[in-house]
């Protein structure tokens, strides 16, 4: 289906642990810094280690000594609260077969981010280092060109409900995603957005116009492009959905689609040449981005 769980040390490194002595001492337990929101690769990583201890008869205290770190460490790798490092890695796997699966499965190790969905993280990361971005929206306004006020009303209409710190949490994560914008002036985004996205309602008018304020505002740099498709324009190739084309440093582009608490990571190039068609044959049919800021213009006038 060209998801890229297999095929995720392709497109991203495995995040590294925090470096340890590797000399005969063990590593007390909090010498390495618990992860605050452990990731479900830890998680499944540490369950993997933990299964085959279990199936070498091995405590936790046994595989301690043989790898040269404490029994509460192990403890925490396999409970997927601290990410383990090259060292604990080699060590284990030596201790545990050497069969090459636990270097296999930590290449795709990630830590976990606060609020960001698990299915998310991945898409998220290449975001930062991708060299282009692109983005076709059907529902709401694009992540990246939300205002606060409209980024918390979305967080606050879902369902189930989320608690205060949820929401706050969630609420910087996305504001925090916007810097990527300001911060790298010579990445190309490209956003393609239907207009009837603009004009649903949120809050009173003084919101509605503070969200094309900020929109009109992050679409003015060189690098950004904003193609809104208008309402008569009728059908398109992208009506499929929602979708996300990026293009990573080494020239590989992967496509990325969400739906109901779920998304899709995609790496076939049939499937991603795809996207890109679609995109590019949308692009022709939507606004221009001059007429695309004059409509923005123009809706926020009869606010």
């Not at 490194?13 to 001492?25: E, T």
């Not at 990630?110 to 060299?131: D, I, K, N, S, Y």
């Not at 790496?267 to 022709?284: F, G, I, N, Q």
Request: aromatic share 6%; proline share 5%.
């Amino acid at each position: 289906m060209g998801i890229v769980e297999g095929d995720a040390a392709e497109v991203e490194h495995a995040a590294g642990g925090v470096g340890v002595d590797v000399g005969v001492r063990a590593v007390p337990a909090g010498e390495w810094e618990r992860e605050p929101h452990p990731s479900d690769s830890l998680r499944t990583f540490g369950a993997f280690v933990q299964a085959l201890r279990e199936h070498a008869g091995l405590s936790r205290a046994d595989l301690g000594e043989r790898v040269r770190y404490s029994k509460h460490t192990v403890e925490s790798v396999e409970l997927g609260r601290r990410m383990p490092d090259e060292a604990f890695v080699e060590r284990a796997e030596e201790a545990l077969g050497n069969t090459g699966a636990l270097r296999k499965a930590a290449r795709h190790l990630t830590r976990g981010e606060a609020g960001l969905a698990a299915w998310f993280r991945r898409w998220a990361r290449l975001e930062r280092e991708a060299v282009s971005l692109c983005t076709y929206e059907c529902r709401l306004v694009p992540w990246l060109l939300q205002s606060e006020a409209y980024a918390r009303a979305v967080f606050e209409g879902t369902i189930p409900l989320r608690t205060d710190e949820e929401l706050e949490q969630q609420l910087a994560a996305r504001m925090e995603r916007q810097a990527m914008m300001r911060e790298r002036p010579k990445v190309p985004f490209s956003f393609i957005v239907e207009e009837h996205v603009f004009r649903r309602r949120f809050g009173d008018a003084g919101a509605m116009r503070e969200l094309f304020d900020h929109v009109l505002e992050c679409s003015a740099p060189r690098n950004v492009t904003l193609q809104v498709v208008p309402l008569e324009a009728g059908l398109h190739p992208c009506l499929d959905g929602p979708m996300r084309i990026l293009e990573t440093p080494a020239g590989q582009r992967l496509g990325y689609s969400e739906g109901q608490k779920n998304g899709r990571l995609i790496s076939d190039p049939k499937e991603v040449s795809a996207l890109c068609r679609r995109y590019e044959t949308l692009r022709s049919q939507a606004l221009s981005p001059n007429e695309s800021r004059a409509l923005l213009e123009r809706l926020r006038g009869e606010l």
